[in-house]
Nanobody, 116 residues
Framework: QVQLMESGGGLAPAGGSLRLSCKAS???????AAWYRQAPGKERELVAS???????NYAHSVKGRFTISTDRAENTAYLQMNNLKPEDTAVYYC???????????WGQGTQVTVSS
């Protein structure tokens, strides 16, 4: 049974930083991981993704401020968020694709609130 456990959300001032973690259990290693976010009244959007530990992609709105990474030994994905803006306020979800099962899994979500 694959489970994703997120942590690291919270309240930060504009210009501050937070690091989100997503610990995966029940799989051998993370191959493809992504972070999404959903603000109130808006659709869930892709923030960043990483394939094979090095092929990174970012939404235009976070490029240069956020960094996605994985620690394959720890089966954990991270999202380092710097220079946070109030518009980054949302619930953040991690997503991991498991090739052997041909499906993806979602974390429970963690709230990030950026004060102006």
């Amino acid at each position: 049974q694959v489970q994703l456990m997120e942590s690291g959300g919270g309240l930060a001032p504009a210009g501050g930083s937070l690091r989100l973690s997503c610990k995966a259990s029940g799989i051998i290693t993370i191959t493809l991981a992504a972070w999404y976010r959903q603000a109130p009244g808006k659709e869930r959007e892709l923030v960043a993704s990483i394939l094979g530990g090095s092929d990174e992609n970012y939404a235009h709105s976070v490029k240069g401020r956020f960094t996605i990474s994985t620690d394959r030994a720890e089966n954990t994905a991270y999202l380092q968020m710097n220079n946070l803006k109030p518009e980054d306020t949302a619930v953040y979800y991690c997503n991991v694709f498991v090739p052997t099962e041909r499906r993806d899994y979602w974390g429970q979500g963690t709230q990030v609130t950026v004060s102006s």
